[in-house]
């Protein structure tokens, strides 16, 4: 199908990544700016519930390889594969989520192609013929647009949460198999095993308040101030990945790009400056509060409201109105 965006899909379990309805909102705006149709690229094994899940979401076309051999196939197999579909497409742009799945696979699938690609994109556009990204830089206090050049199907990873995964006008797609020599596709390393992190008590996904610190509590022993604000909110904590690295926080606490993605109906961040990491695992959030003492943090860019202040100061006084109002202190 050419002259068309195509969206290479995510999906385990059967279960389709949130991050693939993203990329069809961005796709089927470009290709209705353009004039031109909407294809996606689904790879796995016995795909069946997925096509059905995928089928409705406003492409024009879905485009399948179902083969034993993708069942749990490694990253080189599948960008092997993207690649073959994609030469075969001739697509005008691809886009993949910037996932850790996309991480991985947009570089390698660039290179098989000699195509260019650009990762860690907030936005993507067609600008006088020619595929233009906007990308964040110094952690995300500045964005630059960057024009791709033309020599093949430029691919673009975009971030989690900058492209909402809005209602599409209902569409059916045909589905189309495609037809890949697995034979062909030389196989170096194999995955043996799929290692879960195991079930925890804490899920900040499932969290309808967040309370999110970062580097700006400056201390460990400060973390119970922000853990007493969440339970009195009656939310859960969570925080920004600079805590996890230094050990502060588990991992199952981290929330950004490495670590888990969360819309909760309020995300209050703490001393959180708003590196497009954790952008882009909060920005679907409901309501988002960002307290911070740098009025030019980028978290205030994505904040409903905004508050400049020591959060030594603000957050014991939320936490205290927040036990008023359910009565637990005299008022």
């Given at each position: 199908?050419?002259?068309?965006?195509?969206?290479?899909?995510?999906?385990?379990?059967?279960?389709?990544?949130?991050?693939?309805?993203?990329?069809?909102?961005?796709?089927?705006?470009?290709?209705?700016?353009?004039?031109?149709?909407?294809?996606?690229?689904?790879?796995?094994?016995?795909?069946?519930?997925?096509?059905?899940?995928?089928?409705?979401?406003?492409m024009d076309v879905l485009l399948v390889v179902d083969h034993a051999q993708l069942a749990q196939a490694g990253a080189e197999v599948q960008a092997s594969v993207i690649a073959?579909?994609?030469?075969?497409?001739?697509?005008?742009?691809?886009?993949?989520?910037?996932?850790?799945?996309?991480?991985?696979?947009?570089?390698?699938?660039?290179?098989?192609?000699?195509?260019?690609?650009?990762?860690?994109?907030?936005?993507?556009?067609?600008?006088?013929?020619?595929?233009?990204?906007?990308?964040?830089?110094?952690?995300?206090?500045?964005?630059?647009?960057?024009?791709?050049?033309?020599?093949?199907?430029?691919?673009?990873?975009?971030?989690?949460?900058?492209?909402?995964?809005?209602?599409?006008?209902?569409?059916?797609?045909?589905?189309?198999?495609?037809?890949?020599?697995?034979?062909?596709?030389?196989?170096?390393?194999?995955?043996?095993?799929?290692?879960?992190?195991?079930?925890?008590?804490?899920?900040?996904?499932?969290?309808?308040?967040?309370?999110?610190?970062?580097?700006?509590?400056?201390?460990?022993?400060?973390?119970?101030?922000?853990?007493?604000?969440?339970?009195?909110?009656?939310?859960?904590?969570?925080?920004?990945?600079?805590?996890?690295?230094?050990?502060?926080?588990?991992?199952?606490?981290?929330?950004?790009?490495?670590?888990?993605?969360?819309?909760?109906?309020?995300?209050?961040?703490?001393?959180?400056?708003?590196?497009?990491?954790?952008?882009?695992?909060?920005?679907?959030?409901?309501?988002?509060?960002?307290?911070?003492?740098?009025?030019?943090?980028?978290?205030?860019?994505?904040?409903?409201?905004?508050?400049?202040?020591?959060?030594?100061?603000?957050?014991?006084?939320?936490?205290?109105?927040?036990?008023?109002?359910?009565?637990?202190?005299?008022?």
């Amino acid at each position: 199908m050419q002259s068309s965006i195509l969206v290479i899909t995510e999906h385990w379990n059967g279960q389709v990544d949130g991050i693939t309805y993203q990329m069809l909102a961005k796709g089927r705006q470009l290709a209705d700016s353009l004039g031109i149709g909407l294809a996606a690229l689904v790879l796995g094994y016995r795909l069946d519930g997925v096509i059905a899940a995928l089928q409705e979401k406003g492409m024009d076309v879905l485009l399948v390889v179902d083969h034993a051999q993708l069942a749990q196939a490694g990253a080189e197999v599948q960008a092997s594969v993207i690649a073959e579909a994609v030469r075969q497409m001739q697509p005008r742009l691809v886009l993949i989520g910037y996932s850790l799945v996309g991480m991985e696979l947009a570089p390698a699938i660039a290179a098989k192609l000699g195509a260019p690609v650009m990762t860690n994109c907030v936005n993507a556009e067609i600008i006088d013929g020619a595929a233009v990204v906007t990308r964040p830089l110094f952690d995300g206090t500045l964005h630059a647009k960057i024009a791709l050049e033309d020599k093949g199907p430029p691919l673009v990873a975009v971030q989690r949460g900058a492209t909402p995964s809005v209602q599409l006008p209902p569409r059916t797609a045909s589905v189309q198999p495609v037809s890949v020599d697995m034979g062909s596709i030389p196989v170096r390393s194999e995955v043996l095993e799929v290692i879960e992190e195991p079930v925890s008590d804490v899920d900040i996904a499932k969290a309808d308040i967040i309370v999110s610190v970062g580097r700006g509590i400056g201390d460990k022993e400060k973390i119970p101030m922000i853990e007493e604000l969440a339970q009195a909110l009656g939310g859960l904590m969570a925080c920004s990945r600079p805590l996890v690295d230094l050990g502060w926080l588990p991992r199952e606490r981290q929330v950004g790009a490495s670590g888990k993605s969360v819309s909760p109906k309020l995300y209050v961040a703490c001393g959180i400056s708003g590196a497009s990491q954790h952008l882009s695992g909060m920005s679907d959030s409901r309501m988002i509060v960002a307290i911070n003492k740098d009025p030019n943090a980028p978290i205030f860019q994505v904040a409903h409201y905004g508050v400049v202040a020591d959060l030594f100061e603000i957050v014991p006084a939320l936490t205290e109105e927040a036990k008023k109002a359910k009565g637990e202190v005299a008022s």
